[in-house]
């Protein structure tokens, strides 16, 4: 019996109280899709594993299938087998007599394969990324308000709605203090290292910043299951969470900050330098990134609602750039000791798959290093004012860009391309026919 089933088996010894187990895999949108398993059901899971249709790694962002992802029509939409991932058998503590299981596949379509993959890739080279993510996202009341639209919670103990940001306040922290506190709690019990937690620039807007790990498999499960804690904890305290890119069109948006350094063979920095500026190799690195961003715009911002968060001013970048200790840039090198010396990014929003961007984000390092690509000179003040190249600035042009991306082919694979492409494609057709309510209101009655 494998490690990883061994330790899941001798779990329910540890849990008699546990009925029900939630089995699980990611799919191409960031969205947990599994079974239900009873408790009794699991002993052939643990032995054999669990069969899930090989689509269910590639629906919609609405469940739907899609017949172009080359895994209905092509295969008849056959079956392949999860494996339990190692470490992720863990109680939910938000839910009574449930547990929770993460899985994979060894299967082109599972995310966690494609940045297995790029992880492969540096292990040639003998580098070891250590990585971390910084996770934004908003509490909102359970219900929305008269429209239909999204609103801020109401604090717990005062009774009053949060209209205001906040932002680093210790007070508007304590307004949702158990329920913070609870999702800390709760990702230490499953093993999630969470580190600080920040009130943001939107009202019920926080930021929770997760532990460098020099396992970036590992680094996304993390950024995965604690979307799930936080989402959770907010629907048993009567609220909502959203990892939306963009729920207010006033308001702050939310992004997924990537920090990252590499280790070589003998566990030292490559980018540690004699001073704060770093090595050759974070230059490299940084060029590579900066060359491969528009490539891969459409997984750092993969849907329609993700480019709204891109306007000069706002916290997210407009442009492609890089700096010193600038939050205004696209790549940043945060200030600190010269053995932690490592890269920022910040364009991803808060509503990607992780797994595929710390795919796309170390392999666009990697290709950066091997080819030993010099970035222009770093940005000095505000980058929104630099004469840089703009980020790709609408969803159909990140994805033309995506499609065309020799890139892409060579780190993340042809067939997860049109994989990608097909499923991102049918959600862009969908939303297209759809006629809103701000169409109604501009044109039905005086045109």
């Known amino acids: 019996m494998k490690t990883g089933t061994k330790k899941a088996a001798g ?3 540890k849990n008699s109280h546990i009925e029900t187990v939630e089995a699980f895999v990611v799919d191409v949108n960031g969205v947990l899709r599994g079974k239900w398993v009873p408790r009794a059901g699991m002993k052939k899971i643990i032995q054999s594993g669990l069969r899930l249709p ?16 080359g895994l209905i029509k092509e295969t008849g939409d056959n079956d392949g087998v999860c494996y339990i991932v190692p470490e992720s058998f863990h109680p939910v503590p938000w839910l009574k007599d449930t547990a929770q299981i993460l899985l994979g596949m060894n299967f082109f379509g599972d995310p966690r394969q494609v940045l297995s993959h790029v992880l492969s890739l540096y292990k040639k080279e003998g580098l070891t990324p250590v990585v971390a993510a910084e996770l934004e996202f908003y509490l909102l009341d359970a219900a929305p308000d008269e429209m239909g639209a999204p609103q ?8 009053r709605r949060t209209n205001s940001a906040q932002t680093y306040s210790l007070a508007e922290t304590q307004s949702f203090r158990k329920t913070l506190a609870d999702i800390n709690r709760f990702c230490h019990a499953q093993g999630i290292p969470t580190d600080t937690t920040i009130s943001e620039n939107g009202p019920g807007q926080y930021e929770i910043n997760l532990v460098h790990e020099a396992d970036a498999l590992a680094a996304a499960d993390h950024a995965v299951l604690m979307k799930r804690v936080i989402r959770g904890v907010a629907h048993r305290d009567g609220m909502a969470a959203t990892f939306m890119a963009k729920p207010y069109a006033d308001k702050s948006g939310s992004g997924m900050h990537v920090h990252f350094s590499i280790l070589d063979k003998k566990g030292r920095n490559i980018f540690s330098g ?33 480019y709204r968060r891109f306007k000069a001013g706002s916290a997210a970048p407009t442009k492609i750039t890089w700096g010193y200790d600038n939050r205004s840039t696209a790549l940043r090198v945060p200030q600190s000791d010269m053995e932690s010396t490592r890269i920022e990014h910040r364009v991803a929003g808060a509503d990607v798959n992780p797994y595929l961007v ?12 091997k080819k030993k690509i010099n970035p222009h000179a770093p940005v000095k003040g505000n980058a929104y004012d630099s004469k840089a190249p703009l980020l790709p600035s609408s969803w159909e042009n990140a994805l033309n860009i995506f499609e065309s991306s020799k890139f892409i082919d060579r780190y993340i694979g042809k067939k997860y391309k049109k994989l ?13 026919a759809q006629v809103s309510s701000v169409e109604h209101d501009a044109y039905l009655r005086d045109i």
């Open 152 to 159: 801020p919670p109401v604090i717990p103990s005062t009774r």
């Open 358 to 369: 710390f795919a796309v984000i170390l392999a666009g390092a990697l290709e950066g290093i």
């Open 420 to 432: 990608y492409l097909a499923c991102k494609q049918q959600e862009k057709e969908l939303l297209e």
């Open 11 to 13: 779990f329910f010894g």
């Open 274 to 306: 004699k001073d704060f500026k770093g090595s050759p190799a974070l230059r490299y690195a940084i060029g590579g990134l900066m060359t491969t961003m528009p490539d891969n715009m459409a997984i750092l911002a993969p849907n329609a609602n993700s």
């Open 54 to 69: 090989l689509s269910a790694f590639a629906p919609d962002i609405w469940g739907n299938d899609v017949p172009d992802n």
